[in-house]
């Protein structure tokens, strides 16, 4: 049987991996597959694909291509979730920040340099026409429970992070909502190591084949918004809506889409140079 480790965040975009291990699906190709959370998103997951600890992952797809132009040796092999990921921009109940405005030159409060939350912010600066050079500043918090105890104490000004994610601690009163703000591309790939690619493509070719059955036929399992419901900690009706944006793809990101994504990252300062399609993308 041969072993494979994959990596991808605690929320509900990955319940389907969840469904596929607990039915022990993998085995029936001789696979066994391993999943370890990464409450640190991104960032984290970038660095533990460069030091091997895992060997695939569900990441977000600015993170994973500035990653692997700075040298991470790795290719994305299909779309995951094709639908943008909405973050919501937080702030602590008891601040005084009210609007976008307010938060021009304030600190966001990050998971890590390299992370979505680094990512987004500056996509968000982009979106209200701030300075990027003067009116970003960061604070590093480490994961959603770093942004939970650090905002109402002053350790960073805002958070963003994933909107349905966050939604019970705006239930709760920890946070509150100034905007939402949307990933203009396909929010989540799925990553694997070079090495891994080379010596085993058909084993990762029925790992996705598994997946991709499971993600087509998602929102058709019966009280799947329950499940969610109950697993996430999240309300029946937030389920529900975030059912109703979400696809899933079986697809891997075409020329048009990488350039576009490059583009946008390139403006940002956030790559240094535009990798060929080839350096990014490996073709199943």
């Not at 060997?55 to 790795?74: F, H, K, P, S, W």
Request: charged share 25%.
């Amino acid at each position: 049987m041969k072993n494979f480790k994959i990596g991808g965040v605690p929320e509900h975009f990955n319940l389907p991996w969840y469904l596929t291990l607990r039915d022990k699906s993998y085995h029936e190709k001789d696979i066994n597959l391993r999943w370890h959370d990464f409450f640190g998103g991104t960032g984290q997951m970038c660095k533990a694909l460069r030091d091997k600890e895992i060997d695939m992952a569900v990441i977000l797809t600015e993170g994973i291509i500035r990653d692997i132009i700075d040298g991470n040796e790795c290719k994305i092999v299909q779309i995951y979730t094709k639908s943008p990921l909405v973050w919501g921009i937080h702030v602590a109940n008891n601040s005084s920040y009210k609007s976008i405005n307010d938060l021009k030159g304030k600190k966001a409060a990050i998971s890590r340099y390299g992370s979505g939350s680094h990512l987004m912010a500056y996509v968000n600066a982009e979106n209200n026409n701030w300075d990027t050079k003067k009116d970003l500043d960061f604070e590093v918090i480490k994961n959603l429970d770093g942004a939970v105890l650090g905002l109402p104490n002053g350790i960073g000004d805002y958070f963003m992070w994933e909107k349905f994610t966050t939604k019970p601690f705006v239930d709760n009163g920890t946070f509150r909502v100034i905007d939402h703000c949307p990933t203009p591309w396909p929010c989540f790939v799925i990553a694997v190591r070079n090495e891994v690619l080379q010596e085993n493509e058909d084993a990762i070719k029925d790992i996705l084949e598994i997946i991709n059955t499971t993600t087509e036929e998602f929102k058709m399992i019966p009280s799947i918004d329950k499940m969610i419901a109950h697993r996430y900690d999240q309300k029946l009706e937030d389920v529900q809506e975030w059912l109703s944006i979400t696809e899933w793809s079986q697809e891997n990101l075409d020329q048009k889409t990488v350039a576009k994504i490059q583009n946008r990252l390139l403006e940002l300062d956030i790559i240094s140079r535009k990798a060929s399609y080839e350096e990014l993308i490996y073709s199943l």
